[in-house]
């Protein structure tokens, strides 16, 4: 029986960040090493796990795990921890071996300090020791940095196609089947790339982005073609590579690679001005959302998305919202350890005097203080991707009161979802697993960049995206990218492609 070693070493570094991507991090959303005592998994690791086993069974294979971990986007991991996983994952393949395939799970954009392409890294490393023959593929984010030394060391890369990313499973097992035809001979992939030079947020979801996502899909499965892929790159890691890639797979075609990979990345690159978030003000998006006949309107609070490494505890929507009397709103997460500690303590019903948030720095605003109450507990919050369940421990839902005004009711008010955990909003269960109804709401404020539209946009009469406080600018001129070379990437440039 052929084995497949399968592994997961990712995260999304924001090199901006002040929050080090540490064990504390790691250890909090999914870090399994085959050391460990055997435990339940977790829901991420569970559901690749029920895939994957089918997938190979059906062919005749088996899957020998390593370690896997996967951690909430922050700064760069720390370089001895990150050493210290990467080494791990090298002695699990290596007591798996002898091995037919390598299917590693990685992100793209990971940096430690020392390794600004932590993913190319890996794969010399796995490549060394499985020699040039064993297929060693990688699924990446689309987020990711597309390096030079990753191609090189790589067999096949695919990454995900659609922002918010639902094909996470789909991709995997795509990956799974290029790598398992390669050792039996049946397939012999070349990557082809073409950078696009251009950074900036691209949500599939808009036109015209999600035809020229299914244009290059179609190309799939003909004249050779095993696999393509949009790199959008992550304009928060300031690395040399940084930029999108378009990447083609072939079976033993680099010239046909290469051409429609430029061919892809060009039509992409025409696209420039249409594909990006269009993100407005936080005051505007308040303007629009107040006067909307109807709700709910779904306000994407992009600066601090936790999954682009943003410190996830910003209160300008709070501060300005209070400000305006805003009512008949709910915003989340907040990530407030301590808050949540003391509200559990104070339980369900209880009205108390609480600060809240912008503890992590200027771009997380100023701290608020009000009087709440907590209308909702729960040890898990539910919070799923895709159908996959994101760990986001305990959180509390308080009602945040408005300054008392006699002509204000004292029960008037906003929602608020508080987590003893850094991560994004998702699904509308964020709300509900803590006593808020998000459905009732005139206004959902959610803290992310684009992952919340496959679970708000169903019950949203409208989406706006709001880009301009906090940590992640999404004005992507504003971004002090040091390292990345701004005088070949569009917007920095009007056309970079000229030379
Ligand atoms: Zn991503």
């Known amino acids: 029986m052929k084995r497949m070693f399968m592994a997961m070493l990712s995260t999304e570094t924001n090199t901006f960040s002040p929050i080090p991507t540490g064990p504390n991090i790691w250890r909090d959303m999914l870090l399994v090493r085959r050391s460990d005592p055997p435990a339940e998994a977790p829901p991420l690791l569970q559901a690749a796990r029920a895939l994957i086993d089918k997938r190979a069974e059906e062919r005749g294979w088996e899957i020998a795990e390593g370690l896997f971990a996967f951690a909430q986007p922050a700064g760069l991991t720390p370089r001895a921890y990150y050493e210290e996983l990467r080494d791990d994952l090298l002695s699990d393949l290596r007591a798996a071996m002898p091995v037919d395939g390598v299917l590693l799970m990685l992100h793209g954009a990971m940096v430690a300090e020392g390794y600004d392409d932590c993913e190319g890294d890996i794969l010399a490393r796995v490549r060394e020791l499985v020699g040039p023959d064993v297929p060693v593929g990688a699924e990446l984010d689309l987020h990711c940095h597309v390096t030079d030394r990753m191609v090189e060391q790589a067999t096949a890369l ?72 949009l790199g959008h790159g992550f304009p928060y890691g300031d690395v040399p590579d940084l930029g999108s890639t378009m990447v083609v797979v072939t079976d033993g075609d680099p010239a046909l690679g290469e051409e429609l990979a430029k061919q892809m990345g060009r039509k992409f690159f025409e696209l420039r001005e249409q594909v990006q978030v269009p993100a407005r003000t936080l005051a505007d998006c308040l303007d629009l959302a107040v006067a909307a006949s109807e709700g709910p309107i779904t306000i994407a609070d992009t600066p601090d998305n936790a999954g682009g490494g943003a410190p996830n505890d910003s209160t300008f929507f709070l501060a300005a919202m209070l400000e305006r009397g805003i009512e008949n709103a709910a915003i989340g997460p907040l990530w407030d350890p301590t808050a949540v500690e003391i509200c559990q303590d104070a339980g369900v019903g209880a009205r108390l005097s609480l600060r809240i948030g912008g503890k992590l720095g200027p771009s997380s605003g100023d701290p608020v203080d009000v009087v709440v109450t907590v209308v909702g507990l729960c040890d898990e919050l539910e919070n799923s ?22 002509n204000i009711a004292p029960e008037a ?59 992640l600018p999404g004005d992507m001129l504003k971004i002090p990218l040091e390292r990345a070379d701004t005088s070949r990437l569009w917007p920095f440039v009007e056309n970079p492609h000229a030379d």
């Open 385 to 406: 991707l895709g159908g996959v369940g994101m760990s986001m421990g305990a959180a509390v839902g308080i009602k945040v009161h408005l300054p008392n005004d006699s």
């Open 158 to 229: 695919v990454g995900y196609k659609e922002y918010p990313h639902v094909d996470i499973m789909d991709r995997m097992l795509e990956l799974f089947t290029i790598l398992a035809d390669a050792a039996e001979g049946v397939v012999t992939p070349v990557i082809s790339t073409f950078k696009c030079r251009m950074i900036g947020l691209f949500p599939t979801t808009r036109e015209p982005l999600r035809s020229l996502v299914d244009e290059f899909t179609a190309l799939e499965g003909r004249d050779g073609v095993l696999n393509v892929w």
């Open 413 to 471: 008010g906003i929602d608020l979802v508080l987590t003893a955990r850094r991560g994004q909003g998702f699904s509308p269960s964020l709300f509900s697993s803590v006593g808020i109804d998000p459905e009732q709401k005139q206004i959902l404020v959610v803290k992310s960049t684009q992952h919340f539209h496959a679970g708000f946009a169903p019950i949203s009469k409208q989406v706006l995206y709001a880009g301009d406080l906090g940590a």
